[in-house]
């Protein structure tokens, strides 16, 4: 066999694979699998790869982190476009660029940005779906705006017309701790229902995007409708994480 055609087979195998992590946790905690949808985390794969695994899903559904690989692999993926998250780090001067590609902005974490965003909307008479990113963690090193100020993030961001939260994105811990990792988890489902006991209006807190290739089950068990899914379907990436996650941000 080929490397390509084994290639091939990884990726339908892998994605076989995931499914069934899937049903297995929603089985444990008496969900339904449909509940929970799959999104490829795509940063560092190549089109083809991305489409093959795109067309194994019933609803495909792809997330990028950096708005320039976006660009560079948006015009080659087949129309039409599935469902694409913008899961990264989202600088204030890429919003033009993302919002062309983008239906929905996982990564919204400060007022800044959001102001920017309904400013660009507005001139574009345009509508976006986003999810609040909350650091779960507390680690300096990712992003996201700290539990204790979610809430009062919300709030704001819910005055801005032309943007729809629509939930909240979370990146547990690093652990091998399941129970540190566990614990990110359910401070953002802590924060969905506190969100939801206010009645904002516009804010709907239907999704929670929360797990991905390591700790996917820990996060379905408490309620993720969005998993996040890069190395247990592609491989190892070359890069570090902390390329994607660490980016200085001076543009606010
Ligand atoms: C890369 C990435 C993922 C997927 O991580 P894997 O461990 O490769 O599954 C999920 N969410 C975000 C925000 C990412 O950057």
Known sequence: MSEVDQAKMDITHNIGVIQERIRQA?????????EVRLLLATKTVDVPRIEQALGLMDKPLM??????????????????LPE??????????KIKHVLRWV???????????????????????????????????YEDSKFGVKPDQAVALVKKISTFARIHIKGLMTIGLFSDDKD???????????IQQDINSLQIPGVV??????????DLEIA??????????????????QYPDSYYWNESDNND
Not at 69 to 75: F, I, N, R, V
Not at 84 to 93: R, V
């Open 26 to 34: 929603c089985l444990k905690s008496n969900r339904r699998a449909n």
């Open 63 to 80: 997330g990028e982190n950096r708005v320039q690989e976006l660009e560079q692999k948006g015009p080659d993926l087949k129309q039409p």
């Open 84 to 93: 694409i998250h913008f899961i990264g780090h989202l600088q204030s001067n």
């Open 103 to 137: 239906d929905c902005i996982q990564s919204v974490d400060r007022l800044s940005l959001a102001k920017k965003l309904q400013k660009r909307l507005e001139f574009e008479n345009k509508h976006i779906d986003v999810l609040v990113q909350v650091n779960t963690s």
């Open 180 to 190: 540190k990792v566990r614990a990110c988890f359910k401070r953002l489902v802590a």
């Open 205 to 214: 807190m239907d999704e929670l995007s929360m797990g991905m290739s390591g």
């Open 220 to 237: 379905i068990e408490e309620g993720a409708t969005i998993i996040r899914v890069g190395t247990a379907v592609f491989g190892e990436r």
